[in-house]
């Protein structure tokens, strides 16, 4: 079987039995994903790149110890700690604030690239949603740490609500609040920098 193509649980196995190349596959196969989540959300080099090491650290302790049980969600569980990190980071760093109560949306989940108007009926209208998505992506690096990192998790990682809950401690309504108030925001400052978004 290809290196590429071995289960993340039979890579753990092998190397909690002292095959360190298995761990080799495992940071091969998820440092671009990991790293990329906590630099957009720290939005800066030498903190990520921090964060980034004692992340696989605490990947590493814990799997030496044999104390890993991510029932086959390794990236999950490695991106969830390197969030407890970032949040450790901003509190020491006094630059987290906290949001004490979620209102609940109205039972509809949001997709905040849903709220992009744009026709895909040519390249033109195709460049003009590739510009869109950048100057949206830009606008998402304003967001407070909350509503920012629900977004990062939703859209560039795929992430189910129930999974972001789980992955930072939190409820699948406060998952949807932040995500709720994160399309507000975007719409606020999108209206700010004229980007034009539906209504």
């Not at 002292?18 to 596959?25: I, L, N, P």
């Not at 304003?142 to 977004?151: A, G, I, K, T």
């Not at 507000?184 to 004229?194: D, G, T, V």
Request: aromatic share 10%.
């Amino acid at each position: 079987m290809e290196n590429q193509m071995t289960p993340d649980d039979e890579l753990i196995h092998l190397y909690q039995s002292g095959d360190e190349d298995a761990f080799c596959q495992l940071l091969d196969r998820y440092k671009k994903k990991v790293y990329g989540y906590i630099l957009n959300v720290v939005r800066d080099r030498v903190i990520a790149e921090d964060i980034f090491q004692e992340t696989f650290f605490k990947v590493i302790r814990t799997l030496k110890k044999q104390q890993y049980s991510g029932e086959g969600k390794f990236l999950q569980w490695v991106i969830r700690i390197s969030h407890n990190l970032i949040i450790d980071n901003f509190r020491q760093n006094g630059k987290i604030s906290t949001i004490s109560k979620i209102v609940r949306p109205d039972g509809k989940t949001v997709d905040v690239f849903d709220v992009v108007k744009v026709e895909q009926s040519s390249t033109e209208d195709n460049m003009v949603k590739k510009q869109i998505l950048q100057d949206l992506r830009k606008l998402v690096d304003h967001l407070p740490f909350e509503q920012r990192e629900v977004v990062i998790l939703r859209h560039y990682y795929d992430l189910s609500f129930k999974e972001i809950a789980d992955m930072t401690n939190v409820s699948i309504n406060t998952a949807l609040g932040r995500m709720r108030y994160a399309v507000i925001n975007l719409r606020r400052l999108a209206e700010q920098h004229k980007i034009a978004l539906s209504e």
